[in-house]
């Protein structure tokens, strides 16, 4: 498994030289828990994760939990950006806005215990 985290380029029809503003407040204790787990690479220059696992890339956007939705759990639309909509409607790829370590692991099928 490898994973990537920070600023990145992007091409293509996507915008060019796009950079993450900042890191939301849980993503430095998602980076540390997923660096602990065995095979797991972990490299600045990316927005905010790009994980591979078995082959698969699965690339996500992390939002600090008081962008959560007490009464649903999941992220609540008026916290995500314009582009981060436009990519989920449109990235023909993984594309996910998460906001915990369990809800990534969930996705990829990889168990941290």
């Not at 950079?19 to 204790?29: I, K, L, P, T, W």
Request: glycine share 8%.
């Amino acid at each position: 498994m490898q994973i990537l985290i920070g600023n990145c380029r992007y091409g293509n029809n996507l915008s060019k030289n796009r950079f993450a503003a900042r890191n939301d407040a849980n993503q430095s204790e998602i980076v540390k828990i997923l660096r602990s787990i065995p095979g797991v690479t972990v490299a600045t220059g990316h927005d905010d994760i790009l994980i591979g696992v078995s082959g698969r890339t699965y690339w996500f956007e992390i939002k600090s939990k008081l962008a959560v939705s007490k009464k649903t759990g999941k992220v609540l639309e008026s916290a995500k950006k314009q582009g981060q909509k436009n990519l989920e409607a449109t990235w023909t790829g993984h594309y996910a806005i998460v906001s915990s370590l369990d809800e990534i692991l969930e996705i990829i099928g990889v168990d941290d215990k």
